[in-house]
Structures are given as C-alpha cells and as structure tokens.
C-alpha cells in the first residue's frame, strides 16, 4: 500500500509539474446587444428565468467533431442558429496542440449542453470527428490545468463531466429542463479522456463520474 501511495503521489506531482502554467488566449465571438437577448430568450424558454450570466457550478468536457480550431471558431462566431434561436458555442475552445482559446466571458451563458447551461462552463477540445476518440495528449493536460484555474477562481465549481455522461451527471442536483423531451444523445469526449481528468481532477471538492 505504501509503494503505491508514492506512486500515486509522484504520479500527481509530476502532473502538477507540468500543468503549472496557464496560458489563455484571448479571442472573443461576436457579442453584440442580440447575442444577450437570445441568451435571455433561450434561458427563460429552458430554465424559466432570464439571464445572461452564470454561477459556474460544473465544467461540462466536449469534443468539436471537427478537424481545426478554425472550422469551430466560425460556427461558434454567428450570434443566432439558423433556426433564429441562440447560436451554440463554449466559454472555451482547446485546439490538438493544447492551446487554450477564450471565445466569451467565463460567466456568460452559452449553449453546449441541454440541461446544465445555466450553471456550466464549457470546454470543446478541437478532434472526435466521427466520433473517433483521437483527443491528444496536449490537450488532457491543457483541460487538467483550465478546471484548476478555473475552480480555484470560481469556489462554486463542484462538478466536472464529459457531455455523454450528461444523464449520469443528474446525480448532481443540476440539470434543469422545461421543455419536455429535449435531449440529445453524445458521445464526446470520449471515456479515456474523462478517465484521464479523473485520475487527475478528483479530490474531496470535485465529484466527477468513473465511466
Ligand atoms: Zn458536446
């Protein structure tokens, strides 16, 4: 028992070695007066209550299914959907190189996940195209050092999942929904990566999901 305590022990300090800085890059989607009238819209459709910011409570985990940071960046860019609805989008965007990208304030709402919106930051990590589980290695650790930073800044935090374990996820008292049966079915971001945060995330303040 005492060997492999050290090795987990090691095990940690070494990925705290390596996570120990953070760099953000700053590039926001267009944000106009009409993006935070749709946001206001779509909340007091799904939530009942118009808003536009958040109390993050949880770090929803997705994959692009796409090939470039580029591609996500200009289907995030547009305010509305083609439906005339709020366009979806993330608070962050992680490309295969592990470089972090800031696409809209931390605490504003932004639709990535049905249910959970309202009180959750989302990180889409650029791969998963055809739902092929190829998220690098670059890009756990940079998921690994975001959750720290942004737990340490936010105390609210408690939560962290992928979005295909958005139905396991309900455990956490957050999911609020008013329109009935609107649900997706997701497999993004893929078990290994969320065994992968987990191994490194999990503590006494955060609660996150084993398969
Ligand atoms: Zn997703």
């Known amino acids: 028992m005492g060997i492999s305590y050290a090795a987990q022990a090691a095990e940690k300090t070494a990925i705290e070695a390596k996570t120990g800085q953070l760099a953000i890059q700053d590039r926001p989607v267009l944000w106009t007066a009409k993006r935070e009238q749709l946001i206001r819209e779509y909340a007091k ?6 808003m536009v910011t958040i109390v993050p ?5 997705h994959w692009t299914a796409s090939h470039s940071a580029e591609s996500t960046y200009k289907w995030f860019y ?7 609805t709020l366009n979806v989008g993330s608070q962050f965007l992680v490309d295969r190189d592990g470089t972090i990208y800031r696409l809209a304030s931390e605490t504003a709402l932004c639709r990535h996940i049905i249910g959970y919106n309202w009180c959750a930051i989302g990180i889409e990590n650029v791969g998963g195209v055809n739902n092929a589980e190829d998220l690098t290695e670059e890009q756990l650790l940079a998921n690994i050092k975001l959750i720290r930073y942004l737990q340490a800044k936010y105390p609210t935090i408690h939560h962290v999942f992928g979005h295909y374990q958005q139905d396991i996820a309900r455990k956490s008292g957050l999911y609020r929904e008013k329109v009935a049966g609107y649900r997706s079915i997701k497999q993004d971001p893929g078990p290994a990566f969320m065994k ?3 191994m490194a995330l ?10």
Do not use: I, S
Request: glycine letters at 12%; a negative charge; aromatic letters at 10%.
């Open 45 to 50: 459709k799904h939530y009942g209550r118009e």
């Open 57 to 61: 409570q949880a770090v929803v985990v």
């Open 78 to 84: 547009k305010e509305d959907y083609a439906d005339g």
């Open 196 to 198: 992968g945060l987990a």
């Open 202 to 211: 999990a503590d006494e303040k955060l609660v996150l999901y084993g398969e």
